[in-house]
């Protein structure tokens, strides 16, 4: 099959990639979004299938062992999260460029892997303090689960350099629109 481009939004729980990813998926109609499995249970009115592949940890440590993920991390501590080949076969061979929303060792991953077809972007929120605020403001994490998230985001904020690109999410918009016009860019060569 004849392989695409992608883009790789990776960020520290809170920074904001799932909105700005959101954001392009709805102006640029060429992205198509890598729908990742997941141990973990639904959130809110996410659905299976849309926002991820919801399976039991059987399932991923079956999938893991017959090397359908092209990368997987535990990303907390019994949660698992991974990239389907078949997912990214399934855009390609829609003619689309895959987008996607990934932790960031994952993104790095993605990037050794994939090298110049991938562009890979890094969201980094204005501080630590603001990305704890919009991490409990976005209501659905517990306080345990809130603290383990932002004890790896303080750490994954090191790992901005190894990106192609650091986007500053300050104002939404802003960030918003710097994204659109570094994919832009990107799709036309
Ligand atoms: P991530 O996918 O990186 O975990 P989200 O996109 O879920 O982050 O954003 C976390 C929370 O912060 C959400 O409630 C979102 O609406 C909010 N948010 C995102 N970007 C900004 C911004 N620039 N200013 C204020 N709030 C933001
Ligand atoms: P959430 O539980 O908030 O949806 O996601 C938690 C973290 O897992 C986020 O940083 C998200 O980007 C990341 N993630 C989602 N899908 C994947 C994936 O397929 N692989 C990896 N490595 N991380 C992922």
């Known amino acids: 099959m004849e ?5 790789i939004f990776s960020a520290p729980s809170g920074a904001g ?5 959101q954001h392009l998926l709805t102006k640029i109609p060429q992205l198509e979004f890598s729908i990742s499995a997941t141990t973990r249970k639904p959130r809110g009115d996410e659905k299976d299938g849309a ?17 359908h993920f092209v990368e997987f991390e535990e990303v907390y501590s019994g949660t698992f999260y991974g990239t389907l080949r078949t997912e990214i076969d399934r855009i390609w061979s829609d003619g689309k460029v895959v987008i ?6 994952g993104g790095l991953h993605l990037k050794r892997k994939y090298d110049g077809a991938a562009l890979a972007i ?10 704890k605020q919009r991490l409990a403001g976005r209501g659905t994490d517990s306080p345990e689960k809130l603290q383990e998230r932002f004890e790896k985001a303080a750490k994954e904020l090191n790992y901005a350099p190894q990106f ?3 986007l500053k999410n ?12 570094l ?3 990107f799709l036309k060569n």
């Open 3 to 7: 392989e695409g481009k992608l883009i």
């Open 17 to 21: 990639k799932t909105t700005i990813v």
């Open 51 to 67: 926002d991820y592949y919801f399976i039991s940890k059987e399932e991923f440590l079956h999938r893991i062992a017959k090397k």
């Open 100 to 105: 996607f929303d990934i932790d960031v060792e």
């Open 122 to 131: 890094f969201v980094q929120p204005p501080s630590l303090e603001v990305l």
């Open 164 to 166: 192609d690109i650091i």
């Open 170 to 181: 300050n104002d939404l918009q802003t960030a918003c629109a710097e994204a659109e016009d």
């Open 183 to 185: 994919v832009l860019n």
